[in-house]
């Protein structure tokens, strides 16, 4: 299956590249490229793609805006993802671009076949976030957490999905989850893909901050013990 891609940064010379670097496999296509957010908008709007590599700092609307108003346009497939490519993994980006409705974050330093598995990961329906973006994004409620958590959207779940969602905005994986509550992977996932669809989430990024906005999640709790 061929994926397709739009190109998002204000350095030509950057796009060149980028675009060389994804279309090596030819599995990859990029049918758009776009120098500022607001271009992004419109070529995604036009060109309908599976994935958007999205910089953040750009001129007239950067990626973080960009990504918010691809997200909530209704005349956009509610499948695009966004995966947001920056020279920096500063704490604040990566809160902001999950939170805006990226489906990952990666680094520009990431070895081009690993970029190029990334954009297949998004293109999947995956999350996907480099180890040290994880950290960071459950880092920001360590250090802000939410003053009130309403549990409301949750009660939409059953008791198997609100432990596995624990498990998951602690940060662990379907297999550790597996592991720890004696489950198949498979069954895992299964749990995690319903809460999604319940919960309305994009991905599995977006789980996470749900369990910590809610209070599933605190920060300062004790994490599982997996081994």
Do not use: W
Not at 124 to 147: C, D, K, M
């Amino acid at each position: 299956m061929t994926i397709t891609v739009v190109l998002v940064d204000d350095q030509a010379l950057v796009r060149t590249g980028l675009r060389a670097l994804c279309e090596r496999d030819g599995d990859i296509i990029v049918v758009a490229e776009a120098e500022n957010g607001a271009l992004a908008v419109s070529s995604v709007k036009e060109h309908q793609p599976d994935v958007v590599l999205m910089d953040i700092r750009m001129p007239v609307l950067d990626g973080l805006a960009a990504t918010e108003r691809i997200v909530a346009d209704p005349d956009i497939n509610a499948d695009v993802r966004v995966l947001v490519l920056t020279t920096y993994e500063a704490d604040e980006y990566v809160f902001g671009a999950i939170r805006a409705g990226a489906s990952g974050f990666v680094t520009k330093d990431i070895r081009p076949e690993a970029l190029r598995d990334a954009v297949r990961t998004v293109a999947e329906g995956q999350s996907l976030l480099s180890p040290n973006a994880t950290r960071s994004l459950i880092q920001e409620f360590v250090a802000n957490p939410p003053h009130h958590g309403d549990d409301q959207p949750l009660r939409v779940l059953t008791e198997r999905e609100r432990e596995v969602l624990v498990l998951v905005g602690r940060g662990l994986s379907n297999a550790e989850i597996a592991k720890l509550l004696f489950l198949s992977p498979a069954t895992v996932k299964t749990h995690v893909n319903r809460s999604m669809t319940k919960l309305d989430a994009r991905d599995r990024a977006q789980l996470v901050v749900l369990a910590y906005e809610t209070g599933l999640v605190r920060a300062g709790d004790p994490g599982p013990q997996t081994n």
